[in-house]
Structure formats: C-alpha cells, structure tokens
C-alpha cells in the first residue's frame, strides 16, 4: 500500500533547519540538566520504598501525599492507576539517602497508612494486613480460652485458607465482611466469634513493598547505560558490515542524536529516568535503527541501478520511495504512543513520553541526521580524491631547476 506515489520532494535540500534544531534541541538539554545538578532518577536508580496499597474505596490522594510528607522528608512520590485491573490502587515512593533509612521508610509507611485510615491503638490484630503466622499467633490463647478446640496443625489450616480466601481476585487483599469467611471449610461459629473479637478489618491492604538501595540503584543505572552502548556498538558493527562503515556510522550517530534529546526533553519538563524509561530509550534505538536501516538498503539498491545519478539526488530519490513506509509505520505507532501518554496514567507517563518524543525525533533523524552524514562524507572523500591528482602533477616548489644552458641541449 502506498499513501504517496512519484513524490519528489528535495529531502536534503531542507537538512539545515533540521540539524540547526537538533543542536538548539542537544544545547538546551544539557544546558537543563546542569542547571537542574543532572538528570532526575526515579527510585529504581537513586534508591528508596515503593509501596503499592489497595484501598477499599477510592483514595484520597491529597491526604496521603500530606501524611507522607510530613512525615518523611526528601522526594516522595503518590500517584494512582488508571487501569481498571488496578481500581484504587496507589503507589508511594519515597527517597532513600542511606541504606540505614530502607526499613525506617517502610515502618513510617505502614505508620501513616494505619494512623490515617486504620485503628491505630484499638488492640486488635488488622485482618486484611496479618500474615498467616500473626493470625495464628493472635488466635490461638483467645480460642483455646473460649473452648474451641483445634490442634496447632488445624489452625493452620484454618488461617491458610483465609488468607488464601483474602488475597484471591477480586478481593486482592481486601475482606469487607467477616461473614464472608464462615464458609469456608474447618471456619466454626466459634473461630467466626473470636475472629470478630481479636481482629479487625482495615480499608486497604499492602500488596507489596519494593526496597532498592543506593548502591543497587547506581548499579542498574550503570547496567542501563552499558546495555544501550552495547546495543549501539552491536547495530555499528552489522550496518557496516552490511553497507559501509560511514553508513553504520551515521546511523549510530542519528541514534545517539536520539536518545540525547530525549533525555535532554526529559530534564526540560522535569520528568525522570526510571527503568520503564530505559526500556522505551532501547526500544526507541531499535525503532529509529530499523527506520534508518530501510532508508538505507533502498540507497543501496538505487546506487546499483542509477550509477550515474548524483548522490544527493539518489538519496532524496529513495527517501521519497520509501516515504509511504515511514508515514504508515511511524504515524500509526505515534497514534498509538499518544493514546498511551495520555490515557495510560502516571505509571505509563515516563515510558509513553519517551516514546512520544523518541518516535518524532527519531522519524526526522533518518532523514535529516544519517542521511546528510553520508552525504557529507560521500562530497569530502570525493573533493580529496579530485584533489589528490592535481597535487601529484604539480611541480615541487624544492624540486632542482635545469639551467637555461642545459636546458637548450
């Protein structure tokens, strides 16, 4: 399918607006970013608590975000999900500076949660948040007091299947009846009576805690940036094997163009780095690479069939060739990109943004940065060989002059 047929348009005769505006774009990222004391981490590389908490009805965000930051000072983070699958759900994230701080963090957490939406100091156990052990514990002396009789190994049982019961979809953690339990197996009137005694049903429950460390998030940092310099020496390595080393050179120069503007757009608009983001700058490289790699095989193909035609004409000849590809793959994947920034919420938000500008930047580059840099070295290896022969038949300013008399012999 082609959108657009016999197009000419003179691609590399537009180049200079381009590469003015990837260097304006390059300049004022990195001017950002030193302004801003470098780039904005998330909590997966500069370490911290991420917990995700479900409540029973939908949160008041403002509330939380309040309670944790008066109770917890540096960087902290609460947004929610807008998945379905994920319904009143939050994530909380704070800062770490040492490894000391990791599980005062995460106590102070469960503080704040039980302080703001539990019964704190009431003495009873909270159900939706015990362990199967905690529960046994709790259990044990008040049913034996109240003349059930049941082995440890029954209590067990007992305790496993009303866990099991809580964190099963769609409760997902969260009993909001006890008469809910009384049907299942081994649960008696008189466990469902001490249950209601001892313990106690909180409006949301834990589903889990993430702690990641300073050191681990210097670590995976330093693995995120080795993995996209291994990718892009990997994709060096196959273009100029299967073109020419200038051809894999500028393709990897387009997709270093790439990812340092969008990086440098990340830290414009204050948005971090975190490893959902790393994944979408990996696929972006894999996606611009692909883009540049077509371009490129049809210049391949072209530079057999036409050898007559000059290079800047050939490249603009099969940029308009391959036009109607790039709009299709490129457009409907920026369709598809832009719904995700703008309906996939802030879980999504750094991921769809670095796709949303990668895909632009990427799109352009092909075109206007790999492209232009073939040229370029294509005109100046061609200038040095024309040149090369001039310089060879010129007489040497040191070489020893005949004399006139000689000469006349």
Request: proline share 4%; charged share 20%; aromatic share 10%.
């Amino acid at each position: 399918m082609e959108l657009f047929k016999n197009t000419n348009f003179d691609f590399l005769g537009k180049k200079w607006p381009f590469i003015i505006a990837s260097l304006v774009l390059t300049v004022a990222g990195f001017g950002s970013i030193i302004l801003q004391g470098g780039i904005k981490f998330g909590i997966d590389f500069k370490g911290g608590t991420l917990m995700t908490v479900k409540f029973d009805d939908k949160p008041n965000l403002e509330k939380i975000r309040s309670a944790v930051n008066a109770r917890i000072q540096g960087e902290n983070t609460v947004q929610d999900f807008t998945d379905p699958a994920a319904k009143n759900e939050v994530e909380i994230g704070t800062e770490m500076k040492n490894e000391t701080q990791l599980n005062i963090n995460r106590r102070a957490l469960e503080e704040i949660l039980l302080n703001n939406f539990g019964q704190p100091n009431n003495g009873k156990l909270d159900f939706n948040n015990a362990s199967q052990q905690s529960l046994v514990e709790r259990l044990r002396d008040p049913l034996a007091r109240a003349g059930v009789a049941m082995s440890d190994q029954q209590l067990q049982a007992v305790a496993k299947a009303m866990m099991d019961y809580r964190d099963t979809p769609p409760r997902s953690g969260l009993i909001h009846d006890f008469a809910d339990l009384s049907s299942l197996p081994g649960v008696n009137a008189g466990i469902m009576n001490t249950l209601k005694q001892e313990c106690y049903l909180a409006p949301y429950h834990i589903l889990k805690t993430e702690m990641v460390g300073p050191k681990v998030g210097a670590e995976l940092r330093n693995k995120a940036v080795y993995a996209t310099l291994y990718a892009l020496a990997g994709m060096l390595v196959y273009i100029a094997f299967r073109f020419e080393w200038i051809y894999g050179l500028g393709a990897v120069i387009a997709v270093f163009h790439d990812t340092l503007i969008t990086i440098g757009l990340f830290s414009i608009f204050h948005e971090e780095i975190s490893m959902t983001v790393i994944a979408a700058l990996l696929t972006l490289v894999g996606y611009s690479m692909n883009d540049t790699i077509v371009i490129f095989d049809r210049i391949r193909e072209n530079i057999k069939i036409m050898r007559r035609e000059p290079l800047e004409s050939l490249m603009n000849k099969s940029i308009n060739q391959t036009l109607s590809r790039t709009i299709m793959t490129s457009g409907l994947t920026f369709l598809t990109v832009i719904a995700l920034f703008l309906f996939g919420g802030p879980v999504l938000h750094g991921f769809s943004f670095a796709l949303v500008c990668g895909i632009i930047v990427g799109t352009y580059s092909s075109v206007f940065i790999a492209c232009p840099i073939v040229l370029f070295w294509h005109n100046y290896s061609d200038r040095r060989r024309k040149v090369a022969p001039v310089m060879a038949s010129a007489p040497r300013a040191d070489a020893p002059r005949k004399s006139p008399s000689k000469a006349a012999k």
